[in-house]
């Protein structure tokens, strides 16, 4: 008898999927007063919803109890459509590991460490709330701004607090998530040695877990190795996609 090899185990994982559908998300459009905003506009050609804000939670988060909790360290999920002139006026977070990656429009950032910042398309916003920190979002341009706000659990409280920023606008950004898997997040304290290309992805949080992003024309495809005992979240964020098993069977 030969003893079990790690082909063998991951040969023997079964992988299990939970297809979460737009329509199951709670949608949220809180009154403009929630984040000291003016009141909506009545009539103008560059907002694309009647509201302020327009979100959509994966988890329960604000005034809906109705989805799940988490998903392992991943606690808030939530995709923000925010008009022009409009955002998240100065409030405060504790405790929490927050990224923000922008799809659409600008992102500009305030926060108490001094920190000022303006992030487009596939740039990421993050910062460790820790002891505390206050932070404000806005969009301060002319056209709508998307953005996915992920608050994940981090591994102690009581940490430093302390903010970054991480610029996918530029030709070297673009190219390293089209038609491939840019790691984007990951562990402040992991070893180099472990993670893809031997070096930190540029984002660092503290806890044990990993973002990758990629833009795929029609028919490219992807693939993220899942080590046993992990988990995945998968987000579509534009168009459609489909996923398959390690041999390529359709899930």
């Known amino acids: 008898n030969r003893r079990p090899s790690a082909e063998d185990d991951r040969a023997a994982m079964v992988l299990q999927l939970l297809h979460v559908p737009e329509r199951a998300m709670f949608r949220s459009e809180p009154p403009p007063s929630w984040f000291g905003n003016p009141d909506n506009e009545k009539k103008s050609s560059s907002w694309t919803a009647p509201n302020w804000l327009t979100s959509r939670f994966h988890f329960s988060f604000a005034e809906w ?12 999920l939530n995709d ?5 002139h409009r955002g998240f006026g100065r409030h405060p977070h504790r405790n929490m590991e927050i990224v923000t990656y922008i ?14 910042e303006t992030l487009g398309r596939g740039s990421m916003q993050f910062m460790s709330a820790g002891t505390g920190i206050t932070h404000s979002e806005q969009n301060l341009g002319g056209v709508p701004l998307r953005f996915m706000q992920i608050w994940i659990l981090p591994r102690e409280s009581g940490l430093e607090p302390a903010y970054g920023g991480y610029d996918g606008t530029t030709p070297p950004a673009k190219a390293a998530r089209q038609n491939q898997l840019q790691h984007l997040v990951g562990d402040k304290r992991a070893d180099p040695s472990t993670c893809v290309g031997g070096a ?3 984002v660092l949080i503290e806890q044990d877990c990993n973002i990758h992003v ?33 041999k390529g069977t359709p899930l």
């Open 103 to 116: 799809i659409d429009g600008k992102l500009t950032h305030q926060d108490s460490t001094g920190t000022s």
């Open 65 to 76: 109890n109705g989805g799940p909790s988490s998903f392992g360290a991943l606690r808030v």
């Open 200 to 202: 930190l992805p540029p």
């Open 80 to 84: 923000d459509l925010v008009q022009p």
């Open 214 to 246: 990629a833009e795929l024309d029609a028919g490219a495809s992807v693939q993220l190795p899942i080590a046993a005992g992990r988990q995945a979240y998968v987000v579509c964020a534009e168009g459609a996609a489909e996923l398959s098993g390690g």
